[in-house]
């Protein structure tokens, strides 16, 4: 067991390119979790996928983002036109299938992604 | 809106010291209150997590007290050490599915503990 592990750590882009980010959670997690955390603030939910299907996505994610999970194994969260409110940290998380116990499945993040757009 | 209230924004304990971190919620849905810690370029890392139909949960120096109708929870870390200068964040959700997906986090706690 790994842990969450995303990638790039860091990437500084000039507003207006394309991002992307990969995440691969922890093996046999079939639920990942994208969550976006700026300086001073806590993390905020954007989408979560449960197997290859995207079942939530919050207001958060316009239409300028895009995340996928192909095989329901890692996935891609893509900003296109990125903008300097784009600059944050991107964290990836994941779950398992079965409650390992009553307070339900513990969440496990990964330690994110930085993007700065200049 | 926020849903999640936390306070203080900061704090500095002595070595040995009580830390104490409160969060206010305002959507009785929430069933689901978990503490996170989170170390400098780290991702957060759960530390503690109750359900309302308790009071209070204790793990090792760590405990969670609840007050329901208060619609209040807080964390208390006893005998405070300088490896447990960090952010602290309270989050709630509601269980669903038995998976607590989406999480409401407060604004964090910088926690520092001088030795």
């Known amino acids: 067991d790994t842990g969450v592990s995303q990638d790039p750590r860091h990437k500084i882009t000039k507003r207006g390119q394309n991002v992307t980010f990969r995440c691969d959670p922890i093996s046999e997690h079939n639920r990942l979790y994208w969550y976006r955390q700026t300086l001073g603030q806590g993390p905020e939910f954007l989408t979560y996928?449960?197997?290859?299907?995207?079942?939530?996505k919050s207001r958060l994610l316009s239409d300028r983002f895009s995340a996928e999970r192909p095989k329901g194994s890692f996935s891609t969260l893509e900003i296109q036109r990125t903008e300097q409110g784009d600059s944050a940290m991107y964290l990836c998380?994941?779950?398992?299938?079965?409650?390992?116990?009553?307070?339900?499945?513990?969440?496990?993040f990964g330690e994110g992604s930085w993007l700065t757009v200049v | 809106q926020q849903q999640v209230k936390q306070s203080p924004q900061s704090l500095i304990v002595q070595k040995g010291g009580i830390s104490i971190i409160n969060c206010a919620y305002e959507n009785t849905a929430f069933d689901y209150f978990p503490w996170y810690q989170q170390f400098p370029g780290k991702g957060p890392a759960l530390l503690i997590a109750i359900r309302p139909d308790v009071s209070e949960k204790k793990e090792g120096r760590f405990t969670i007290s609840f007050n329901k109708s208060a619609k209040q929870f807080s964390l208390h870390i006893m005998d405070s050490q300088p490896g447990d200068s960090a952010t602290y964040f309270c989050?709630?959700?509601?269980?669903?599915?038995?998976?607590?997906?989406?999480?409401?986090f407060g604004k964090g706690t910088l926690l520092t503990v001088n030795p």
């Open positions: 998380a994941s779950s398992p299938r079965v409650a390992i116990s009553p307070l339900g499945n513990t969440i496990y």
């Open positions: 996928f449960q197997n290859e299907a995207q079942l939530e």
């Open positions: 989050a709630a959700s509601r269980y669903s599915g038995g998976s607590n997906y989406k999480l409401t």
